[in-house]
């Protein structure tokens, strides 16, 4: 796990612990993880495996008990709340299950509101948000509210916000939630172009078919990475399958 | 499925000889199932016994081409309507595995099914590379193939992530209660698989 020179994303033996003496929860026990540029991790593991505490702490809206996170090299523990708050803002990219969008402002606008909130100009904003749109295949829609698109779309709108401007990290939680399983593997396609365009993915999931998007899975349970797996070199093997 | 049925689909498209045929059954299935070319006439010859093919006359280079018959096209429909009957797949050695590594002394279940489920994730993601890759509208039947594999191997992965739960509530009391395997493992076969596994 040393020599993560180029590392997007890199856990150092990470601890998190909730709450304190007998009543304390061990959510992660010790977790190492280095994620590389045009690389997507997948976290599987149980419920209350800590998948989720995982993710928090990899985009730094929770602070870990022990060990470090740093994004980019930068350990995130030396940034105070605001350097942290500018971080998320301009390197990090998050796609939850709720998408959050703001039923008051049109699609192009909830793109375009992370940046305009780290101070970009409204006009430059708007056109990098449309660049977002557009990469995510919706470039004529931008003028739609939430409620006039699709349950499809508005995930497309909350990956275009996720991806918008220079994010080098994608955190996905469920990013397929209730889709159905064409467009939920359309997000994927989404997901996985862009990792291949030089971005470092971390994907939550629970679906097997999803995490096999990921060139890496890894299995948590009780706080612990119990396994993890990487591609075969050799496809041919597999599809003749003469061992199965 | 036969290659039987396979080879009346691809000549209800019209006539072929036999490697067209052999050909058109690999792209069909994405080379997933190689043929060789003496199945392809055993076959033919076959559903010509049966009266479902008829060879017509030689061509100049000397290829036989082959033409469905009606009570042929009979057969194939039938095939079609008929749903797949899981009863006459093979008995599932990794179920049976697993019920017996958790019966044997001295194996260490969890890892068994952890090896397994890193071996079918890996096989995930070559499936999923192979599918990304496939995106000509043309590619559809082998995506589909490939989907049918995917969504095998993820039903695997949820039931070993199944196991581990239950592994993990499960306490042993003393020496582990006898677990009566699938009706139909005969003693043989679970000897045999007990053996393999004690090798590795």
């Known amino acids: 796990m040393s020599g993560s020179d180029d590392a997007v994303l890199e856990l150092r033996a990470v601890h998190r612990t909730h709450g304190t003496g007998p009543a304390a929860v061990h959510a992660l026990r010790g977790v190492s993880l280095v994620v590389r540029p045009g690389e997507l991790v997948a976290v599987m593991g149980p419920s209350g495996s800590g998948k989720s505490t995982l993710l928090a702490l990899a985009g730094g809206l929770d602070r870990p008990t022990g060990g470090e996170v740093r994004v980019e090299g930068q350990p995130l523990g030396a940034l105070d709340r605001r350097g942290l708050a500018q971080l998320r803002r301009r390197r990090i990219g998050y796609i939850f299950q709720q998408l959050n969008l703001l039923g008051s402002l049109s699609a192009l606008e909830n793109v375009a509101l992370p940046l305009e909130l780290d101070g970009t100009s409204g006009r430059r904003a708007r056109a990098l948000a449309s660049a977002a749109l557009t990469e995510v295949g919706m470039p004529a829609l931008g003028d739609r509210f939430p409620d006039q698109l699709s349950g499809g779309q508005q995930q497309r709108v909350a990956i275009a916000r996720a991806l918008v401007g220079e994010r080098r990290l994608v955190l996905a939680d469920e990013p397929t939630g209730a889709l159905d399983s064409q467009t939920g593997e359309a997000v994927l396609h989404l997901l996985r172009r862009r990792i291949d365009a030089g971005a470092a993915g971390v994907l939550v999931t629970h679906e097997a078919r999803h995490a096999g998007w990921a060139d890496r899975v890894v299995f948590l349970r009780d706080g612990v990475l119990v396994d993890t797996t990487a591609p075969l070199g050799n496809v041919d093997q597999l599809l003749t399958g003469s061992d199965r | ?200």
């Not at chain 2, 076959?43 to 009266?51: A, I, K, P, W």
């Open chain 2, 1 to 200: 499925m036969s290659i039987r049925h396979g080879l009346l689909a691809l000549l209800e498209r019209g006539q072929m000889y036999g490697y067209q045929l052999r050909a058109a059954f690999e792209e069909s299935t994405g080379s997933t199932w190689p043929l060789n070319i003496g199945q392809v006439y055993t076959t033919l010859s076959r559903l010509e016994r049966d009266g479902l093919v008829r060879p017509l006359p030689e061509s100049e280079a000397g290829q036989r081409p082959y033409e469905i018959t009606d009570a042929g096209r009979a057969d194939l429909a039938l095939w079609f309507a008929t749903p797949i009957s899981r009863t006459d797949r093979p008995r599932d050695e990794l179920a049976i595995k697993l019920a017996l590594a958790l019966t044997t002394p001295g194996v260490d279940v969890r890892s068994v099914v952890q090896a397994q489920r890193s071996a079918t994730m890996r096989a995930l993601q070559e499936l999923t590379r192979l599918k990304y890759g496939s995106n000509r509208p043309e590619d559809l039947p082998w995506r589909l193939v490939l989907d049918s594999m995917v969504f095998q191997a993820e039903a695997e992965v949820r039931w070993l992530d199944h196991c581990e739960t239950s592994l993990v509530r499960h306490q042993p009391s003393g020496p582990a209660p006898p677990v009566p395997p699938p009706s139909d493992v005969d003693a043989d076969d679970a000897a045999r698989w007990a053996g393999e596994e004690a090798r590795r």
